[in-house]
């Protein structure tokens, strides 16, 4: 006898292969206690067990979400609080605070100069990372040159353009 070809997958291989089972023992008196659960909330056993899944879920997004806020918050409120406490170490006692950056990192080597703006007041910072400008700055300022802040230095130099050209302009005009 001939044997009938098979024509395709059937109904129940498919159905089973995109609907898998998931299988788990628990005591009867947690079966008893899920299923007293269910009932009060009008729901079967399997959609109690997906909303719990989906609120986890949820729950564990949210407790992400909130942990990375409080850990940034956290972070930055430490980092102001040292800042701030660096700096005023620094005011009361600046070669205290240069021992411990050394004691920190022995191959640092800080340096911090504070020059006043000759033009406006504002403090101009100099650092050790600033390289040579620093000593010709330092040069600048003993020497008693001008000492200016990269805001007035713009403006100044603005301003000796702007008149540079009316001067070209009114000798131009008495020119012709």
């Not at 089972?21 to 997906?50: M, N, P, Q």
């Not at 070209?168 to 012709?176: L, Q």
Request: include cysteine; charged fraction near 40%; proline fraction near 2%.
């Amino acid at each position: 006898m001939a044997r009938r070809k098979r024509r395709g997958e059937r109904y129940i291989d498919r159905w089973l292969r995109e609907h898998p089972r998931v299988t788990f023992y628990i005591s009867r008196d947690e079966y008893d206690e899920v299923k007293r659960i269910a009932e009060s909330k009008g729901l079967s056993l399997k959609e109690l067990a997906l909303e719990a899944l989906k609120n986890v879920a949820k729950f564990r997004e949210d407790l992400e979400k909130r942990y990375g806020e409080g850990y940034r918050d956290g972070y930055d409120k430490g980092y102001r609080r040292g800042f701030r406490r660096a700096l005023r170490m620094f005011i009361d006692d600046p070669h205290a605070f240069y021992n411990v950056v050394k004691r920190v990192d022995s191959y640092l080597e800080p340096m911090l100069i504070v020059h006043q703006c000759s033009v406006c007041g504002e403090p101009i910072v100099f650092t050790h990372r600033d390289g040579g400008g620093v000593v010709e700055a330092i040069k600048d300022a003993i020497g008693g040159k001008d000492f200016r802040c990269e805001k007035c230095r713009y403006a100044f130099a603005w301003y000796v353009d702007l008149m540079k050209k009316r001067r070209e302009r009114e000798s131009s005009e008495v020119g012709a």
